[in-house]
């Protein structure tokens, strides 16, 4: 039988040997610290603010980042936006530097995202919200 994979890479190889990441499915509400991160990237589009009242985290990365899967009450209106990202912000954890955006999905919150721009290795958690500075 012919090898299909021949000259192709690997997605492991790509990674630098790390596995590639799922989402780990869970149902609970925002943390204190997750609804401040996204209350303080909303400041400069306050209509989805609602929507904090009305969200559940449905998901999280298995890389044990910080990063969620939402997903807003389907009976909450939806906010009027073209663009996909809605925030982008970098904040500081021990002295690394770290990303953080809210995306959305037609006028609903779908996802809060955190990594290190310049690593290989992931934030275990959100930086706090004292550091995060707008791009």
Known sequence: MKDVTAGFTSLASVLGGQKPTTTRTTDRPLTPEERAT???????SPEFLPQLDHVRVTGQCSCGCPTLDLRVADNQPR????ERT????????EGKLVRVILLQSRGHLVRL??????ANEHPARLPDVKSLMSI
């Open 38 to 44: 996204a209350q303080w990237l909303l400041r400069n």
């Open 86 to 93: 809605i925030a982008e912000a970098y904040g500081e954890i």
């Open 113 to 118: 995202e955190a990594w290190y721009p310049d």
């Open 79 to 82: 906010v009027q936006q073209s």
